[in-house]
């Protein structure tokens, strides 16, 4: 059991505004808006390869498998008047462009890795600064649209995969200590959502007040200890019940490799329960298969496969066929 | 869907004493006792090959094992005095010798076929009649230890599986009718056992006053009736919900052939629910190979399988494991 297999992603996330330019909420001025737009693409011409997108342009499908896909929020997909997205080809990069504020530049690679993720956004927000006039306080430092991102500006994130904290009723306690931390602990898809195959993702609140190294700083520790706390959770379950576990894994994997419908949810948490059960080693499972599919069987990413629309349950079924054809 | 799906065995079961000799419960004399049974060997002796044990040389897993393939019942295994069994190497004849009574010869056949099965049972009484003298009353008919199998001594009953009316709760209802008629219906293992993998036993509850004839016919009648219900039930299960009744049994077969650890019960539940599939055609499955896993998977047959003791998690792991490498 190495920290990859319980850290998913690391992302980091920069908040910045073109100075004496209206937030996104009232930037009606279409120069203005140019200027802000132009600033983020010069800026990825200079850096990587890039896919730009304008929101409006965006189907409901495209939109919500970037949502699924974590490289835009659901937030932005509303803004049909001024919102884009920048998404570098290899997909380390993203960055939202008239969501809340007018720069949302975002990076996240794969497994524990905050410094590579904090790294990337930097070089971008470093280029960035060359090509705008960001907006930047002495006192406060970053300008943002809401309060709570102002100073650095920034938040550090990881996913964190934590069946075993879960099935011990471990996570209101991690909840209490993250949040003692300052650090906050949510669902897969953010604020407010719900916790879907046992990920968690853990990140700063504070941005104010403390440097961009002492909030990785933070966020390490915390991470560092619910490693330790997974893991020793994962130990405790195989001595209190090995055969069990291992009987409730390979249950779950005969589900997923032979049910004739699967709604989304259902479908994430097999795979979840083989991928812990291939971490644990009780059962043989190739991870990054049951990764991409975790992902791939969401209801937007499917229907894109499909290149069809489908009812409900008419998705239900063809999830299920598609985990069948892609998981021997 | 042919009948044969729907009724597994046929089996005609006739009770037979010797006359002048105590019924088994008091014969002690050992003399009496070898009477009884050289008549009922040198009877196989002149029909068919077959195997002899005296229910005290037997294992107890021997004695289960006979039991799960319903060639002797359970009061037989614990006769250790007196108690011994004829088997013909096809197995469609077995002879119990001091059950309850003397001879209780049954014929089992496989599907519908309650005419081969009395044909069978008949032929081994009538050479019977020949080596012994049977205790027979001109008015009473043959006569027996209990009362309730007075007058032809004759028990014809059917194994039916009955999935269909199961799911739909028309189990209540059919029992009903059933004993409306003069019959009765049971659990796989004979009066008082509990119904498991969908499988009822409906026989004649009547011996007194009816010809063989008719208690066949009366049989016959309510087996008909049964099967075009059960037909019934099965097309509507699928007019219903056709999608609904496929996921149940690919997902029955998902756990069948993955989990880690099966029971009994479960197992032929499971098994139960895939040859239902198959019948209806949701699924492709060996109905044959499940029918014999059916029987196999029971606790003392796979314990003769394994060839050696297994506490009861150990067998519950070795059964899907059996399960596993038979079902593919």
């Given amino acids: 059991m190495t920290n990859d ?37 010069s800026t990825a011409k200079a850096l990587f390869e890039y ?24 937030d932005l997909t509303v803004n ?28 996240i690679v794969s497994g524990y890795d905050l ?3 904090y790294r990337k956004a930097i070089e971008y927000e470093d280029t960035l600064s060359k090509n705008v006039d960001i907006a930047y306080d002495n006192k406060l430092g970053y300008l943002t649209a809401c309060p709570t991102n102002l100073g650095t500006g920034m938040r550090a994130s990881v996913m964190m995969f934590l069946p075993a904290l879960t099935m011990t009723n471990n ?9 003692r931390m300052g650090l906050t602990v949510r669902g897969v898809f953010g604020e407010g959502s719900d916790t879907k195959g046992y990920m968690y993702q853990l990140s700063n609140e504070i941005t104010l007040g403390l440097s961009e190294e002492d909030i990785l700083k933070r966020l390490a520790d915390i991470v560092n200890t619910t490693i330790k706390a997974e893991i020793q959770a994962r130990e405790a379950l195989l001595g209190a019940d090995r055969d069990g576990i291992t009987d409730r894994v390979w249950r779950a994997k005969g589900t997923l490799t032979n049910a004739y419908r699967l709604s989304s949810d259902e479908c994430m948490e097999l795979i979840a329960l083989v991928k812990m059960g291939a971490q644990m080693g009780v059962i043989e499972a190739d991870i990054s298969t049951l ?22 349950e008419e998705r239900d079924k063809y999830r299920a066929e598609y985990i069948r054809q892609n998981l021997k």
Same sequence: chains 1, 2.
């Fill in 115 to 117: 410094d590579t993720a």
């Fill in 51 to 74: 896919d730009f997108y304008r929101i409006s342009t965006l189907s409901d499908v495209d939109k919500n498998t970037l949502v699924e896909r974590h490289m835009i929020s659901s």
């Fill in 80 to 107: 049909n008047t001024n919102g884009a997205i920048i998404i570098s080809k290899d997909e380390t990069v993203s960055v939202m462009i008239n969501e809340e504020d007018h720069y949302r530049i975002q990076s």
């Fill in 5 to 41: 297999n319980i850290v998913v992603t690391s992302r980091v996330r920069l908040a910045r505004n073109v100075a004496h330019v209206p937030f996104p909420a009232r930037l009606k001025d279409e120069r203005a808006f140019s200027v802000v737009m132009k600033g983020a693409e």
């Fill in 171 to 179: 996570i209101a306690k991690l909840v209490k200590t993250v949040q």
């Fill in 291 to 312: 990764d991409k599919l975790s992902v791939m069987c969401q209801p937007a990413s499917l229907t894109k496969v499909k290149g069809q629309p489908m009812t409900p």
